[in-house]
């Protein structure tokens, strides 16, 4: 599983739009731009601009990337990357959300020289049911979180549907007395690029419930309580990649013994 | 490559009904070298109790489909996959044909017509027809069959339940354009309950693979899989255009209920004798132009799909038609026994396989796969992101992906066929707006979420030389149709070479 690079007191320093230095975070709206780079499959770019600093930075590396038809919420750290990829600087760890209210004209460039990035699957990539992972006790009451694009209750590909499978496979070797899921939203608003952008308040409702599903598919006849609750606030867990926003979306599922 | 007489603009088919006639009949003579009787040979009727061999070989266009039969032969005398157990004198194996790679093509259905002057049980009026209400005796009534192999299938609207939940569908449906009568009028259409739409038979065999499963989540709806409340097993999710069935038995149900007519519903021994036979089978393409397909260190046809395991990944496990990896090199021996053509043919083959696999192309407005599972839109593929089965070429998640072949604008245009009007009462379609015109919502008439018109579960992709024309709704005439097809829906350049190179390998599977 992926280490934040990120020691956790860094994650509470506040946000501020001009930070540039490697690790400090940068969060803005802006309309995306593909670049058609071919490294093989999945390798093109995605750039986006800082409409305050002029800065244009490289955030390929969302787990849920951008549709050209929308702006995006981007929430990012400065990572210690060139441009050499995309012609960017990099954003990394990365979130790009859509903002469906907000339409772009679609713009494309070409790869300009630039490579872009060969694929590599992520660390958090689906087990197969060929290859179940094996838990072993023992087992105790925990945590653990799933997370969400900026007002979406979808789990993505290759982060949080990795995360709530392999979640069900540590229950199902827990054998514990019952679940309780929490879907929390993001509710307070917060000024990003000149926008005020809150999370609708049925989002945490939507979100327990997508999981809810979810495990109860995985985990046939397991008691699950579904709870839900908004203005969420941060908080400090690995699988939130260091991004304060992207902790906030999320879904707690607490295993009770 | 293409059939005298296989209209290439169906447009004007419904103006060359006789010379399409007479192609077929050139055709059915060039197949059957022994004249009349290995036509009728070639021809699964109903209650024949034929014995269905082990191995079992037809030629076609492109070389011999074969199919296998584990456990065979098989006495099909009272076997309910080939007796007319219906009220129209059908059974299963008459739009799921041996020679056609369990199929059906549109050239067969023309055979028959011609052979029976349009008196065989395929064309019973309920599903054979563009419509029942329409003169049953004339040709052109069943234009669909016989130009483009299309069954009609008919939904009820709104859906039934799914996975035992009501389905509120979030859009409307309006018929704009009704040119067979079968969605308007007293009984048929929205209003009363239904809805037509015509589509091509998948091929039943092999179908381990389109009931195997990868993972237990699905990515395209954030998901994990539903499980089979009988089994408790996962659902694949691969079954039928729209994936209104998860199972054999759900999917057997509704075929004797619809295609059948049956007044009564299968008996749990028929149910039973249908899926063994289901699963035993395994059908592909034995041999092509460039000899068998297993020769040479090639893995084609069908006795290695009967050994593999099904439900792999290719981009992790064996790769997608790394199958024909060995014809890359054809080794000096090889060379000296065969011809320059048949070298050359499984070298194409073998690039084919590449093209497929990494040739990339940019994808975008695939509602499946550049909507919400994080891919973005657009994103640069190949070929096997979609098919990415190893063996199979289906999707091992489940497959509902809109490529644009049933809705407009990406849809050939087809004035034969229903148009819908789908107006979205939530949240607009991601690339179509709010409103969608649509020959066949797919997927959309068994979830009713506007989100899924256009969707249509990916299909295996063996057998291909057997069962022209491709895609849900026969809209691509020969192999290089769909690779056209794609060419135009991507914009994708490929050189004349990947593109010959792409059909030859598509012609071997």
């Not at chain 1, 946000?15 to 690790?23: I, K, N, R, Y």
């Not at chain 1, 995309?86 to 990394?92: F, Q, T």
């Not at chain 2, 550049?370 to 070429?393: D, E, I, L, S, W």
Request: a negative charge.
């Amino acid at each position: 599983m992926k280490r934040p690079l990120i020691a956790a007191t860094m994650m509470l320093a506040p946000l501020s739009a001009q930070a540039q230095e490697v690790g400090e975070i940068v969060s803005f709206v802006s309309c995306p731009v593909y670049r058609d780079t071919d490294n093989g499959r999945k390798s093109g770019c995605w750039l986006v601009r800082d409409g305050e600093s002029g800065k244009q930075w490289d955030v390929s590396q969302s787990p849920h990337k951008p549709n050209w038809d929308y702006a995006v919420f981007v929430e990012g750290r400065v990572a210690d990357q060139g441009d050499e990829f995309c012609g960017a600087p990099v954003l990394e760890p990365v979130r790009t959300s859509r903002l469906l209210d907000h339409r772009c004209p679609r713009h494309m460039l070409p790869p300009e020289g630039y490579p872009g990035r060969v694929f590599i699957a992520p660390d958090r990539y689906l087990t197969s049911l060929a290859n179940p992972p094996e838990f072993e006790g023992p087992f105790g009451p925990r945590t653990f979180y799933a997370f969400f694009e900026f007002d979406r209750d979808f789990l993505v590909y290759q982060y949080s549907d990795f995360i709530v499978q392999q979640a069900a496979y540590w229950i199902e070797a827990a054998q514990p007395r019952r679940l309780v899921v929490t879907g929390y939203a993001a509710t307070d608003p917060i000024e990003v690029s000149g926008m005020e952008l809150a999370e609708s308040p049925e989002i945490a409702q939507s979100r327990a419930e997508v999981v809810v599903l979810a495990l109860s598919r995985l985990l046939p006849g397991m008691e699950i309580e579904t709870r839900w609750e908004t203005g969420s606030q941060p908080i400090d867990v690995p699988d939130a990649d260091t991004i304060p926003g992207q902790s906030q979306r999320r879904v707690e599922i607490a295993v009770e013994f | 490559m293409k059939r005298v007489g296989q209209p290439r603009h169906l447009r004007f088919a419904k103006a060359l009904p006789v010379i399409a006639a007479a192609g077929a009949l050139a055709a059915a003579s060039a197949y059957a070298s022994g004249g009349e009787s290995a036509a009728d040979e070639r021809w699964w009727s109903p209650g024949e109790g034929r014995v269905f061999p082990e191995v079992l070989d037809y030629e076609n266009e492109h070389g011999t489909l074969r199919t296998l039969l584990v456990g065979g032969p098989l006495d099909t005398e009272g076997h309910p996959f080939f007796e007319p157990i219906s009220s129209n004198g059908r059974a299963c194996v008459t739009c799921h044909q041996p020679a056609d790679g369990m199929s059906l093509s549109a050239a067969t259905a023309r055979e028959r017509w011609d052979a029976t002057n349009g008196d065989d049980p395929l064309f019973a009026a309920y599903d054979g027809s563009n419509c029942p209400t329409l003169p049953q005796g004339e040709r052109a009534s069943h234009s669909l069959l016989l130009d483009r192999g299309l069954i009609r299938i008919q939904r009820q609207w709104p859906p039934a339940p799914r996975l035992g939940e009501e389905v509120v569908p979030d859009f409307t449906i309006e018929v704009v354009r009704d040119p067979n009568g079968c969605n308007s009028g007293a009984e048929y259409g929205p209003e009363n309950g239904w809805i037509s739409v015509y589509r091509r038979p998948r091929p039943i065999g092999n179908m381990k693979y389109l009931l195997a499963v990868g993972f237990n989540f699905d990515p395209k709806q954030g998901l994990a899989l539903p499980r089979d409340p009988e089994t408790g097993d996962y659902l694949s999710g691969n079954l039928m255009s729209d994936n209104r069935a998860f199972t054999l038995k759900e999917q057997m149900d509704d075929a004797g209920l619809t295609h059948l007519e049956m007044l009564r519903e299968l008996t749990d021994d028929e149910r039973d004798a249908i899926k063994a036979f289901e699963m035993s089978l395994f059908a592909a393409q034995q041999t092509g132009r460039g000899g068998a397909v297993d020769d040479g260190g090639a893995q084609g046809g069908p006795a290695v799909l009967r050994d593999a395991e099904p439900g792999e990944l290719g981009s992790i496990g064996f790769p997608v038609w790394g199958e024909f990896a060995a014809w890359e090199e054809i080794s000096e021996e090889d060379r000296a026994r065969l011809t320059p053509e048949q070298v050359e043919f499984r070298q194409s083959v073998a690039r084919g396989a590449r093209v497929f696999r990494d040739r990339t192309f940019l994808v975008s407005d695939a509602a499946g796969v550049t909507t919400q599972m994080g891919f973005g839109n657009p994103f640069r593929v190949a070929c096997k992101m979609c098919h990415n089965m190893t063996r199979m070429g289906n999707d091992v998640a489940p497959g509902q992906v809109d490529l644009g072949t049933t809705t407009l604008p990406f849809a050939d245009h087809f004035g034969d066929l229903p148009l819908f009007r789908i107006t979205c009462q939530n949240d607009p379609h991601p690339y179509y707006g709010r409103e969608i015109l649509t020959y066949d919502p797919g997927f959309a008439l068994s979830t009713g979420r506007c989100a899924d018109v256009g969707k249509i579960t990916l299909q295996s992709m063996r057998g291909l030389a057997a069962r022209a024309p491709y895609f849900s709704n026969g809209s691509a005439a020969d192999l290089r149709a769909v690779v056209d097809y794609y060419e135009r829906r991507y914009n994708i350049g490929y050189t004349e070479q990947e593109k010959q190179d792409l059909v030859n390998l598509m012609s071997v599977l």
